[in-house]
């Protein structure tokens, strides 16, 4: 509550607008008005929402400060502690307040007029005269209502008596009948049941790992928890029981998945165990259900969110503890401002609250890995699956020879169609996995080299058969197949490169007794098409499932018993310091999904890169192998964890313009560059243009990402960028495309 002397409040209002803005507290509102209250203030001829950031006793402002208009809500929509974690998001990742508290408030609680559904019904007033006239209507009314016992729903009553509401008002007005209203919240989970669960009896490590969070618990200033443990060897169930340690404390939790792993098969996990008490948070939320989600978990009603990236921002009253699942996973960055990281902001919300974190990973981020190894983080380790079923056995098959062998390059290779033939006898199942959606990957002409690529974007066309189209995948823009080379006119247009539609094709032929099914973004479109197929994969309707990176991760199929990874070195030769990194990540998930019942798994990684250390040392299954070498490599060239990167994308219609200004940014940082500033040159982002607009970056490399920025900011202040040119800072850059 303010002190007597505050008469000044700081309102950043829901507009796209750089700064907050100063207003007067009325002294009639002085008693009402708190730090995140919502409030309602004139802006020019308008009223706009925003919310209070700051209670002042003086301002700077030159002009004549005027009233906020009404406080919205007596309880504040943003606790001091949040306000505290987004002014450290603005000022981290150099992106505007108001654009932070977007982030934190959903849409659906910030509109005005957000509000819950109300189910009215409308009761009979026992012993109210009946007034002397009535119309047909409302006589039709008060029959049905009698024959309803008395009480009935609005939408019910009109619906029966083919009426208007009015008939129903006046008699409402006469005092005929009264009104009454309960609020239904909206529940996501209104048409779902579930089997409940109990904990199980932990493994010597799972325990070690419980144990662990639990002293932090106590702990006022506890140390975040690496959870390293290979795929299938029981996270969540640490998860599950740490949770339950903190809701034993009367405290809540926050668990954070990536967006694609939020399956409803993730969600029941959590669900068997805490049943109602759960509150999910996703992109496929209606508006309504977000809203009445969002304040249940204010007011403390959910024990347990669970949600995607900005579920971060829950506002739940007495965090006990966070985990990020997954957390090296690239999705927890978000794309455009403010451009944070999830697992990031989770580790200084942690921090703020003084309570427990967990990252859980089977290949952790080498940022996470490395904090571990310096002892900022503490790290548990569970090596083994649990109730020891075996890790798969993974074999590498060179395919360079494969393809000489066949005289042409070849999608199976021998070892992998055996292996095939002998799950399918056995009545096993299969993934295949291809990170490459379409049927083949160019439309390439032999004679004259021609590729049909996207005029508004700087990358090839992909075919897809099933649509007989190119389309391109980055702006979704679609051409006719040619019938002839454009260029030379040659009739002989050939497919170079697989997709997962190919690769079905393929396996068709190769197995024409097998069901098979292909599972990705062309084939999950529509509310349910995701479910369908892995339901058809559960129930064994399938026999073999192929699919992009939506069938890598968190899929628990006990009956799988081999994996293939049809390129395993698609993502090695992105032009990116990570994409090593990457790889190994996901041999390491999709290698995962085999073997996760009582028949031991197998995994064919096929490569024309056999002998890359991602590669090899995913084989073996060495994450530490893995990061040894991979951290010599980046301490060598200051790349992170031993630097923060920052990307600076210029972006515009005109390329000439765009350049000019990335150069002479670039130029003005260099002065600047130091031994702890390194400023690389300005360059073409490796896609240099999509949806018709060209693209530039610097990258800097810096140990203080706040010097980094305040150089940044000085060199802005004396370079306006043209009208044409916008410029988006990236902290800690995840995707470098
Ligand atoms: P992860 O999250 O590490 O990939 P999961 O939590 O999915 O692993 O666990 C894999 C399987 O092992 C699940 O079926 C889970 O129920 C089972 N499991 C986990 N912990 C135990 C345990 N202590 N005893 C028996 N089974 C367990
Ligand atoms: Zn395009």
Request: charge should be positive.
């Amino acid at each position: 509550m303010n002190t007597a002397s505050t008469k000044i409040a700081r309102v950043v209002v829901d507009i796209a607008i750089e700064r907050a803005f100063d207003y007067l507290i009325p002294t009639s509102l002085e008693p009402v008005l708190q730090i995140g209250s919502r409030v309602t203030v004139p802006f020019g001829p308008r009223s706009v929402q925003g919310y209070v950031i700051q209670l002042l006793t003086s301002t700077e402002t030159k002009h004549r400060l005027k009233p906020i208009g009404k406080v919205n809500n007596i309880e504040p929509y943003l606790d001091e502690k949040l306000l505290q974690l987004l002014h450290w998001l603005s000022s981290y990742y150099g992106a505007r307040m108001e654009q932070c508290i977007r982030t934190a408030l959903p849409g659906a609680v910030r509109k005005t007029g957000a509000r819950f559904r109300e189910q009215q019904s409308v009761s009979l007033v026992d012993g109210a005269p009946l007034p002397d006239k009535l119309t047909t209507q409302q006589q039709r009314i008060l029959a049905l209502l009698h024959a309803a016992g008395g009480k009935q729903t609005v939408t019910l009553l009109l619906k029966e008596a083919k009426s208007s509401r009015s008939p129903l008002q006046t008699l409402i007005r006469k005092g005929v009948l009264v009104l009454d209203a309960t609020v239904q919240p909206r529940d996501p989970f209104a048409h779902s049941t579930f089997l409940r669960t109990e904990p199980l009896a932990l493994m010597p490590a799972q325990q070690n790992a419980l144990t662990a969070v639990v002293e932090a618990m106590r702990d006022d200033k506890p140390k975040p928890i690496l959870l390293y443990g290979v795929t299938g060897s029981g996270k969540t169930e640490v998860y599950l029981q740490a949770i339950a340690a903190a809701v034993d404390r009367k405290q809540q939790a926050i668990v954070l998945v990536p967006e694609i792993a939020l399956t409803p098969q993730t969600v029941s996990r959590f669900r068997a165990r805490f049943g109602n008490r759960i509150a999910v948070l996703h992109s496929h939320l209606s508006e309504g259900e977000r809203h009445d989600e969002w304040h249940r978990i204010r007011k403390g009603d959910a024990e347990v969110v669970i949600g995607a990236r900005s579920a971060i921002f829950a506002p739940l009253p007495n965090i006990g503890l966070i985990v990020v699942d997954e957390e090296h996973e690239p999705s927890y960055k978000q794309s455009e401002a403010p451009r944070y990281h999830a697992r990031d902001v989770a580790v200084m919300r942690a921090h703020q609250l003084g309570c427990p974190i967990i990252l859980g990973s089977a290949t952790p981020a080498l940022e996470s890995w490395h904090n571990a190894k310096r002892g900022k983080y503490t790290c548990c380790t569970l090596s083994d699956r649990a109730d020891y079923r075996q890790m798969p056995a993974v074999q590498v098959v060179d395919m360079r020879i494969e393809a000489e062998r066949q005289g042409h390059p070849v999608i199976f290779s021998k070892e992998l169609l055996d292996a095939i033939h002998s799950r399918l006898q056995r009545k096993e199942q299969v993934m295949l996995f291809l990170n490459r959606r379409g049927y083949a990957s160019s439309l390439i002409c032999p004679k004259c080299g021609y590729v049909s690529e996207c005029s508004s974007c700087s990358v090839s066309h992909t075919y897809h058969k099933t649509q007989h189209a190119l389309l391109c995948h980055i702006c979704g823009g679609r051409r006719a197949v040619p019938e002839h080379c454009p260029q030379c006119n040659d009739l002989s247009f050939r497919y170079a490169g697989f997709g997962t539609q190919r690769l079905e094709a393929i396996a068709r032929k190769c197995f024409p007794h097998a069901q098979i099914a292909r599972m990705d973004t062309d084939t999950t479109r529509g509310k349910n098409g995701y479910n369908h197929i892995l339901d058809d994969f559960r129930d064994r309707k399938v026999d073999i499932l192929i699919g992009t990176q939506m069938i890598a991760k968190g899929l628990h199929f006990p009956n799988v018993t081999l994996v293939g990874i049809m390129f395993a070195d698609m993502s090695l030769h992105m032009p990116d310091f990570r994409a090593g990194e990457r790889t190994f990540q996901l041999i390491t998930q999709v290698a995962g999904r085999a073997g996760r019942g009582e028949v031991a798994g197998e995994v064919f990684i096929q490569t024309y890169t056999p002998h890359h250390n991602a590669v090899q040392t995913a084989r073996q299954q060495n994450y530490d192998a893995f990061a040894t070498e991979e951290l010599t490599f980046r301490k060598e060239l200051l790349y992170p964890p031993f630097s923060h990167l920052i990307c600076l994308h210029f972006r515009g219609v005109n390329e000439a313009e765009v350049r000019f200004a990335c150069e002479s940014y670039a130029r003005q940082l260099q002065s600047n560059a130091t031994s702890n500033l390194i400023v690389a040159d300005p360059v073409p982002a490796p896609l240099a243009k999509a949806k018709d607009i060209y693209r530039y970056q610097i990258m800097l490399r810096s140990k203080s990402v706040r010097n980094a920025i305040a150089s940044f900011r000085d060199i802005a202040k004396s370079l306006p960028l043209p009208q044409t040119v916008t410029l988006a800072i990236d902290v800690d850059a995840v995707d470098l495309m």
